[in-house]
């Protein structure tokens, strides 16, 4: 069964580049990542590190939208629900630190090891109520529902008027983790750094896993993995729990990287700008997005300077690389011309 299923999800694979290039293309990424605090204290200017910060939080949730997205078909719009989720536990528990050392009768504490297991696992919690809900549709309807749980959670981060409703709430304080400090601008963006790069693995090697080619297979024949003896509900179910963990994740670093959270964080636009990072960067790819974050957030940045209407620039260049980039920007770089 496993033979056949293997077939089944790399069938639509026609052209894929030697091992080679791809090396090539990630040693290259993983260079200028590690190296850009460095050129940032070359050329004096710190908002470079802050900068690509961003891009690496950004990516870890993308790749988690992709791990769904690109292997199980599933385009959920709801993902910044778990972004906002998972920001928020870190507000929260900051602001009752702050206030009274206590939530829910409980000792706050302002330790990652304590608070970020929390906000993973709520964000893991959500996804599994949602995805139980959401998983029994399918196509346009599984877009919408997850659209309309996602703005569920927005509407309900804005009615928090104790943690400043739709102004959002301060963090006084990042979180600490011992022996490292993570107040350090330098040393928080290889915290991220090092996240990200362990989300990938991760990931891939789920990709790669049995549980893996499944979940592929599924997308390209569900007909023949049911025939097959796989039931898809669970293989999917897991799939968008742990993409909603890895998405929650984001949001932890987020709280902790703006020391700000707001339900912007949860809005249906931030949902979208997860799903135009993985376009950008290669549907299916895991690395892409990696990519897509950089460059979506790089012309933000750059096209911002220039008009306050950037997205009329961005809008035409995402339809240039689905027309002539199937792969996006990743497989443009390593020479893929088809889908896994």
């Not at 070359?42 to 470079?48: K, R, Y």
């Not at 330098?186 to 362990?198: I, N, P, Q, R, S």
């Not at 994740?249 to 949902?271: C, E, F, I, Q, R």
């Amino acid at each position: 069964m496993s033979d056949s299923l293997t077939h089944s999800a790399a069938a639509a694979t026609t052209s894929r580049p030697g091992p080679g290039r791809r090396l090539v293309v990630h040693g290259l990424g993983l260079a200028v990542f590690a190296a850009m605090p460095l050129v940032a204290a070359a050329i004096g200017d710190p908002f470079v590190v802050s900068l690509f910060t961003r891009f690496l939080i950004y990516a870890i949730a993308a790749v988690a939208l992709d791990l769904v997205m690109g292997y199980g078909a599933l385009i959920s719009f709801g993902h910044a629900a778990f972004f906002g989720l998972g920001g928020y536990v870190v507000g929260i528990i900051a602001h009752h630190a702050a206030e009274t050392g206590t939530i829910f009768g409980l000792a706050t504490s302002n330790s990652a090891l304590v608070v970020w297991p929390v906000a993973i696992g709520l964000s893991a919690l959500l996804a599994l109520i949602i995805g139980a809900l959401s998983l029994r549709t399918q196509g346009v309807q599984f877009i919408m529902i997850t659209l309309a749980f996602g703005q569920m959670v927005y509407f309900m981060l804005v009615s928090l008027e104790v943690y400043g409703g739709d102004d959002g709430l301060l963090i006084m304080e990042r979180n600490t983790l011992p022996g490292i400090d993570l107040s350090n601008p330098t040393v928080f963006y290889y915290l991220c750094l090092a996240m990200l790069a362990g989300w990938l693995l991760l990931c891939r090697r789920l990709v790669g896993s049995r549980f893996g080619m499944v979940l592929r297979g599924l997308k390209q024949n569900e007909r023949r993995a049911v025939n097959l003896g796989f039931a898809p509900l669970p293989h999917r179910l897991a799939a968008f729990v742990i993409s909603g963990a890895g998405t929650g994740l984001a949001g932890v670093l987020w709280a902790n990287y703006a020391l700000y959270v707001s339900p912007d964080m949860a809005a249906w636009s931030k949902s979208g700008e997860f799903m135009s990072i993985v376009i950008l960067g290669g549907v299916g790819t895991l690395f892409g997005p990696v990519i897509g974050a950089a460059v979506f957030l790089g012309l933000e940045q750059l096209l911002a300077i220039w008009t306050e209407h950037w997205m009329l620039v961005m809008g035409p260049v995402l339809v240039a690389v689905v027309l002539f980039a199937r792969r996006g920007l990743y497989g443009f770089l390593v020479g893929e011309r088809a889908h896994d």
